[in-house]
């Protein structure tokens, strides 16, 4: 598994999400359920992150819609 992004902003992973879905990419999204233990105050940032096999393309998804 690999990293393509890290955020706080859970609309934000959704819609990356649904476009890796799209675009037949499965991804995961790690560290969701720290916001149990952190109080969910969003200090934790939640990875995406892709089979390392699918990585290079799921970084092509997101830059054409904008992401870095």
């Not at 992973?13 to 991804?27: P, V």
């Not at 109080?39 to 089979?51: C, D, F, K, P």
Request: hydrophobic share 50%; charged share 25%; proline share 0%.
């Amino acid at each position: 598994m690999r990293v393509v992004v890290t955020s706080n902003d859970l609309v934000r992973l959704s819609f990356l999400t649904a476009l890796l879905h799209d675009a037949g990419i499965r991804s995961v999204l790690l560290d969701q359920h720290m916001s149990v233990v952190e109080g969910s105050i969003n200090a934790i940032e939640r990875r995406l992150a892709v089979a390392e096999d699918d990585y290079v393309r799921a970084r092509q998804v997101l830059v054409q819609a904008g992401e870095s």
